[in-house]
């Protein structure tokens, strides 16, 4: 592993569902997914080297940049395209330059996990203010996810998607932590948080130390 490098997210996504897709191209500053289309997300510190990590995956695959984004700690990357083939060249093109191997990125861990049922008209009005993707309505159940590394909001909320018929608010993959808000019936809310474990829970990685909150 590169001893400067600390490779935080590296996360596939095989199939892109329609409202994460349509969430991605509302608040990416690129070239927007599709729906179907595979993904993937890398996340790094310090966050220069992520320019990088981006021209050697444009010069030697077709995949397409969504989102780039440099901060001073970390920097992230989402690459996306129709053929699997390619998202998963780019991302051994990037482990290449990093010179590691998929097992060095960090392991997902969730920091929190808020579970709140029937929620007030005026809490609605606050959550759908900030809010990029769907809405949320009186006496719906909302969740909210922490997790860290802050790329993998993003494979929660598509996994979520995938097992239940939830509604996406807002997805945040970068910064010190990431972030899903999901809205939508109590019950299927629960689905979508046993799916949203088991991904995060399986994902293999280096131990992830830190101390885990769920409401």
Known sequence: MASNIDLRTFSYIDIL??????????????????????SLFIEIAP?????????AILKNTDVIPSMQIVERAYGMLE???????QVKEAGRVALDILGMKMEDRLKPRIVSGQVITGIDNYQTHLL??????????????LYILE??????AAIAANEAEKASPINVMEVRTFG????????????????AV????HVLESTEGRHNP?????Y
Do not use: W
């Open 79 to 85: 690459v996306h395209h129709t053929d699997q083939g």
């Open 194 to 197: 046993k799916a949203i474990e």
């Open 128 to 141: 759908n203010r900030m809010r990029h993707g769907a809405y949320i309505v009186a006496q719906q159940t």
């Open 17 to 38: 569902q329609p409202q994460l897709a349509s969430f991605l191209a509302t608040v990416s500053k690129g070239f927007h997914p599709l729906e179907y289309q595979a």
């Open 147 to 152: 997790v860290h590394p802050a790329g993998y």
């Open 47 to 55: 966050g220069m080297m992520i320019n990088v990590i981006t021209d």
């Open 176 to 191: 010190a932590y990431g972030r899903v808000y999901l809205s939508g019936m109590e019950d299927d809310i629960k689905e």
């Open 210 to 214: 830190g101390h885990s909150l769920v």
